[in-house]
């Protein structure tokens, strides 16, 4: 269903314009934001969503949709505007509230808050990155589900980026494999404005962006981005290369309509102020005197996506219902892929006594999950084999084999990290992703949007410690626990042996609402003999007495492969005569959200002869062991040697821990 | 000075013979490492380390050498068997001890640790984009201190990199930069050897790298790899082109001289095993059964290194004494460039009452310490005006601008960060680079590099807090104190306002030994009235009373911004009958690095009424307050509103701080 309109570039210019005014109304209401790229990106944004985006704005989760994503999130009010104009439940006074608190039309545009926007972005770079792992959702739900007759999974995704976008590394990394693996339906709409905010961007920033393209097997064009046709005929070349993502360069005049401000940095994150504001309107036609103006040809213009989108939604929901009667099975499997039945976390446990890492136990463990969960979706950033992320039998995701649903990132974990946020975004696919504990470094920001937005991604984090050993402190996290345990929202679960990474499994799948960090070791761990110790299940509350003597006079706290070592100094200490309770604490998230009696009975707040044990950074166990407490851990970088030696000469030994306890008690 | 011998191409094959020899028998005496890369890339880095490498193997820090970056680390045995043969002090018995407690031949490559490691290496990416700091670095110091006649500062920069390190985002964002720069003296020799750990690169990597490059505008090439006369050549036409940082391509096999595991993944990252060790040997002419094989003749032609060296110093000795002869004010600025003089450090004081954001004290004090410190050179990643990083007169350094000691970094802060590493281990620069806190999670993988390193690095992080406002929790870093404070050797320093920022520039360029957080308002603060409170200069301590009351009751501990509301809470306690003392606590590192006498003094053990507030996550504070003590802080993400809105929203407010401690005193 094409627009009743014949395409019209007098009319987009004029539809353009009150979204200019519009964005430029909401930022000088605020006091502040960015006109800059409203201004700038309103043509060739409104040619996109009058006449590309397949969309209904009364049912924004409508699967089917085509994903928009504006990368530049600093140029919220435009989408905030189109959002509006084209009927999702965004009002005009939630426009003039524009970043004020409690609002629908926050600084950058929020996932899960506002209607319509199907990412949150600012942060530069992360968005386009989403959006690649939106296209690779889409054409592996594709391949898997639809059948002759019946494409049920068949969208684009289109993005707005902008110079700061591409300048980002995560766009390379993201972009780089988007060519590899063909993305054709991915189609970027790049701002080329040449102004960033320390002014041209020939201080910095003059490569040849459509030749990297290029380089990275995608389909280029350049157009004016204030020409609507141009942009047009761009548009429907991309969508018609199918066999590679699309970047159309459209050049534009950052603020443009503000006739002092127009082409310059000034207008990239300020109001126009008052004066400037009167100009611009008049210059764009608009009554200079009228806040939020919006003409009713526009609105009704614009208004037409609720027609098509009930359309749209109405012909797909029949060709689904369709699919339903031949394809039941399929059907069955693609309405509850977001699900994670009980029964797929039955797990099989492990044998106490065995020598097993927890990285190998996760890989055991997947190999469980990936037949029982079809939504599940694997990668590593190159380290497949040490991650153990490879359930038997699953095939890589490839251009000749979209079914795969095994994702070779590359070494790139910073967009393995963005990427999995679009997967987990776009729906139908529940991803996880392997690379070494260290390298969490490089894929933080996405990390904290995966939180921000509560997504459920999971990271397979191996080579936990120094437990790594001849690789060295480059490879040895020590502060990763700590600073992750400090991101809200991010669950971090570092099981003490593999019955207890079964836990971190069931939680990580059964939360729905963020993201988990899975910290396995590298080197083997015993199997914890759960006759004599709790149940392994009773990890799933963060922390747990694992074992104690009656009348204890101290209490051993431990995570991971560390639980062992408290383990062995809870038998020195009973040789030497003291007793002792054991906690083992793979998670203090989990931990902290259990009822005050149920912590206070773990740590009984008189019992304050406490030793925390931990190979990482001590900061932040003190919430746990108190001022009196002690901690045995790492204030320092590692360093390359068998990993036996490295506990030893670093002092991470239940030796050390005896010691510390025998100190408490003197 | 040219090698005593014609270039033979056999020669180099026989030499590079050695080097693989060396490499594959550390790894398998040590069982662990990367044999592939060595084998592979010994031929071009033999050539290069023979006919073209200026350097003195028996001084490593002439600053006049050329520098060479493995920025692929795991294949350090390819460095240290170099090393070992052109006459570093890196012995036989080192190489022999690879990958062994306190050997001088970790698992990758550290600087400091390691005679001629310019920088460590191992975390992909960081290499090559420290290779661009130290290019700019030789080109920005040469257009400063050369003279007609007078090439003091003339080097040229050398890197081996991989596909992961081209894959990685780092890359692409200080490359693109280089190629902006135009930075000629830097040649890349790329081992594409198509070999990644998950398999053939075609998994994960089909982009034309060199297209890539030509985009950024480097001079591209491609070579047999293996071919040493193709590289000589290459390497002669690289170093030719001064306006263009140089890429060549050079295609090998991994792990060349393996029968049966080059050109695999499997010689990657394991040790070949004593059968294939042996049928390697054989096949690269080595005699089997020796280990460590080194023939006098191969040892004599790398040897020639050190003779060379000799002569080259000798020389430039000369050139720097006639330059001191010619240029005495020059020759004594350069010599003492990375001295910080106790009077450049004298800064002038803030007015009490005046309302300064500590951004803008930062700013101010930047304006002083630019012109008294020759050595430093600034920038942004492209948040200048935001940031306060441009002093006064400061001019750009681009391509028509040498001498310019601020770089437009671009909207790259992992690229910036990086490089800032680069800038300050070629010596003569201190680094400092701005961006906002929130973004300092792009750039941890080079700042925890940097703090790894030791390297005096400054990071000027503004807009710190949900102070902030309306950009909204995209923007509003809530765990980045807790999380930086949790990396060794990372000193976090918030100054509660204008003059505590003072201290925090003092402290920062006062610590040769590592990098600096400076941790900034973007909202305006007053300035502390001194003459009721403790000097500011108390503020090096790190933590200090500010002020108290006789008998105080409770302890009131904050940082930054929320200094302010401490001393307003205090002022409601006093009110309501309490005894109060304040303690500034700009930098938990600096206060734990005290004796325990002053700390004691500060936090008396028996003063356990105590709340810390701090606009940021509560994770760690309990290490301050201990159990029963308060934390004011954040354990969520922030909002879109203003900043005044958001501090009370959220809780954060100079009556939540009073209430907690009338909680604690009831």
Redesign the interface.
């Known amino acids: 269903m094409t627009p009743a309109h014949e395409f019209s570039s007098d009319l987009i210019v004029k539809a353009a314009n009150i979204v200019r005014g519009l964005s430029i109304d909401a930022v000088q209401a605020?006091n502040?934001?960015h006109p800059g790229l409203p201004l700038g990106a309103a043509d060739f944004a409104t040619v996109l969503w009058t006449h590309f985006l397949r969309h209904n704005p009364k049912n924004p989760q409508w699967q089917n949709r085509d994903r928009f994503v504006l990368s530049g999130?600093?140029g919220s009010m435009l989408l905030y505007a189109l959002l509006h104009l084209t009927g999702y439940d965004v009002s005009l006074a939630d426009l003039q509230a524009f970043?004020?608190?409690?609002?629908r039309t926050?600084?950058?545009p929020?996932y899960g808050h506002t209607p319509g926007v199907e990412t949150?972005?600012?942060?530069?770079g992360q968005g386009l990155a989403n959006a690649v792992g939106m296209a690779m959702a889409e054409a592996m739900l594709a391949a898997r589900f639809n059948e002759a007759d019946f494409p049920v999974v068949d969208h684009y995704t289109y993005v707005v980026a902008t110079?700061?976008d591409l300048?980002?590394?995560?766009?390379?990394?993201a972009c780089?494999?988007a060519?590899?693996q063909q993305l054709g339906k991915l189609v970027v709409l790049y701002d080329d404005n040449h102004i960033?905010?320390?002014?041209a961007?020939d201080?910095?920033?003059?490569?040849?962006?459509l030749?990297?393209f290029?380089?990275?097997?995608w389909h280029t064009q350049q157009v004016d981005g204030h020409d609507p046709q141009a942009v047009y005929e761009a548009i429907v070349a991309a969508r018609e290369n199918t066999s590679q993502p699309s970047i159309i360069s459209c050049k534009t005049i950052i603020g443009k309509g503000s006739p002092h401000k127009a082409g310059t940095a000034g207008v990239h994150g300020a109001p126009l102020g008052e004066e400037e504001l009167r100009l611009t309107k008049e210059a764009l036609g608009l009554p200079p005197d009228e806040a939020f103006y919006v003409p009713a040809n526009i609105a009704e213009f614009f208004g037409e996506a609720v027609t098509r989108g009930a359309h749209w939604q109405a012909e797909w929901d029949a060709l689904f219902s369709a699919y339903e009667q031949a394809h039941p099975e399929k059907a069955t499997t693609y309405l509850n892929l977001d699900k994670v039945p009980a029964q797929a976390l039955d797990l099989q446990t492990f044998t106490a006594g065995e020598q097993v890492a927890t990285r190998s136990a996760s890989g055991a463990i997947l190999n469980q999950l990936a037949p029982a969960l079809p939504a599940l979706v694997g990668g590593?950033a190159?380290?497949?084999?040490?991650n153990n992320t490879l359930p038997q039998g699953a095939t890589?995701f490839?251009p000749d084999n979209r079914q795969g649903r095994y994702i070779?990132?590359?070494?790139?974990e910073?967009?393995m990290a963005a990427i999995m946020n679009g997967l987990a975004l776009h729906g139908g696919v529940i991803p996880y992703g392997g690379t070494f504990f260290?390298?969490t470094?490089?894929m933080?920001?996405a990390m904290?949007?995966a939180?921000?937005m509560g997504l459920r991604v999971i990271y397979v984090l191996t080579h936990d410690s120094i437990g790594l050993?001849?690789?060295?402190?480059?490879?040895q996290p020590?502060?990763h626990l700590?600073?992750?345990?400090?991101?809200?929202?991010m669950l971090v679960f570092r099981p003490a042996d593999a019955n207890e990474a079964i836990v971190g499994w069931q939680q990580a799948l059964q939360r729905s609402e963020g993201p988990t960090c899975l910290v396995l070791t590298r080197q083997k761990l015993p199997v914890l003999n759960r006759e004599v110790l709790a149940p392994y299940q009773e990890a799933a509350k963060g922390g747990y007495v694992l074992v104690e003597d009656d009348d204890y006079e101290v209490i051993l706290i431990a995570t991971g492969s560390e639980v062992s070592l408290a383990l062995a100094a809870r038998d020195m200490l009973n040789d030497r005569g003291y007793r002792v309770r054991v906690v083992s604490m793979p998670s203090t998230e989990l931990f902290d959200a259990q009822p005050q009696d149920y912590r206070h009975s773990v740590l009984p707040?008189d019992k304050?002869a406490r030793v925390a044990v931990e190979a990482g950074?001590t900061?932040?166990w003190?919430?746990y062991v108190?001022?009196k407490g002690q901690i045995i851990g790492l204030?320092?970088?590692g360093?390359?040697?068998?990993y036996q030696?490295?506990y030893e000469?670093l002092g991470i030994t239940a030796e050390a821990v005896a010691r510390a306890a025998e100190a408490l008690l003197a």
């Open positions: 605020a502040s934001g999130g600093h970043r004020q608190w409690g609002s926050p600084g950058h929020e949150t972005t600012g942060p530069l110079d700061g300048q980002e590394g995560v766009t390379h990394e780089a494999l060519g590899h960033t905010i320390d002014g961007t201080l910095s920033f003059s490569e040849k962006v030749q990297r290029v380089a990275y097997g590593s190159d380290l497949t084999p040490s890589a490839m070779h990132y590359g070494i790139r910073h967009g260290v390298f470094d490089y933080r920001p904290r949007m939180a921000l050993g001849e690789d060295g402190p480059t490879h020590v502060e700590s600073s992750l345990r400090a991101m809200p929202n707040p304050t950074a900061w932040g003190q919430k108190g001022l204030d320092r970088f360093a390359s040697a068998p030696t490295l000469e």
